[in-house]
């Protein structure tokens, strides 16, 4: 069982809500996916601690950190990461995230390149061009289906959404399935109808960014093999960048594979990362 602390921490006006497993080790950022929360880590997280003080957020609007306000847009993740790492003087971190949370970590790696001593995306949300991705009729579509999907988990009962779960995901350890329902109830619905979204294309990100980056991508994923091999041939830093795409997964790679996941991870951080000296 993993154990770990409980803290806040203001990001300006934002209430940021983590967790954090502690201890004299080279710290790890770990950022979830939407309508995910931090404790959704919880089963890579516990592999993790024996070599990492692992910091897991819950983003402004899931878990227990503040609800969406009127200042929100969506690169406030970015910038409430950093000043996170720098309020808890969480020094050169390995950042990972998924999904949303991937984005957040590229758009933090490229927007404080000092900051992260390597990165780890996880199918992170690239969509070319974002800024005009929700104004298609397929975009406005799929944004509403997920809100729609969103709003129905946040009125189940608990029990109603794992047994759910169960059905369609029989693949994931419960250890992964518990926490992905609870934040399910906990997400603000108001990320649908908030501010600007000014997230980049993967192709200004990826030129920008400069520490050791592995790409995780799905046989069923978001990003495509064609737009991991051009991540690769965007590249201009001199420290590696690596992808592996994992077979019969889709979107959710930790939660279908977890020991390939973890393969691919602990591979890449034994290559690239120093266990001391950066924490």
């Not at 910091?55 to 227990?64: F, K, R, S, Y």
């Not at 969406?68 to 990972?96: E, Y």
């Not at 250890?175 to 649908?192: G, N, S, T, Y």
């Not at 050791?212 to 590249?235: H, Q």
Request: glycine share 8%.
């Amino acid at each position: 069982m993993l154990t770990y602390s409980e803290g806040d921490f203001k990001a300006g006006k934002v209430k940021v809500h983590y967790y954090r497993t502690g201890g004299d080790k080279p710290p790890f950022i770990l950022l979830h996916g939407a309508t995910d929360n931090g404790l959704c880590w919880t089963h890579v997280a516990a592999t993790l601690s024996q070599d990492y003080d692992i910091v897991m957020p819950d983003a402004q609007g899931h878990g227990l950190s503040d609800r969406i306000g009127v200042d929100f847009s969506s690169n406030s993740f970015g910038d409430q990461v950093a000043a996170l790492a720098a309020g808890l003087g969480l020094k050169k971190p390995v950042i990972m995230g998924h999904s949303m949370g991937a984005s957040t970590a590229d758009e933090v790696a490229s927007k404080y390149p000092s900051l992260p001593g390597a990165l780890i995306l996880e199918d992170p949300g690239w969509v070319m061009p974002p800024p005009s991705a929700a104004d298609t009729e397929e975009g406005r579509k799929r944004t509403e289906d997920f809100r729609s999907r969103s709003e129905s988990l946040l009125h189940q009962r608990l029990d109603d959404i794992l047994a759910e779960s169960r059905r369609t995901d029989p693949t994931w350890s419960e250890e992964d399935r518990i926490p992905w329902a609870v934040a399910k109830h906990q997400f603000d619905l108001a990320m649908f109808s908030s501010g600007p979204r000014n997230w980049r294309s993967y192709t200004e990100i990826v030129p920008l960014i400069d520490c050791p980056t592995l790409l995780i991508c799905a046989e069923k994923g978001i990003v495509t093999t064609e737009e991991a091999e051009n991540a690769a041939r965007l590249w201009k830093s001199k420290q590696p960048f690596q992808w592996v795409r994992i077979m019969g997964a889709g979107h959710n790679i930790r939660r279908e594979k977890f020991e390939e996941f973890m393969t691919a991870v602990t591979g890449f951080l034994k290559e690239n990362v120093k266990r001391t000296g950066t924490g």
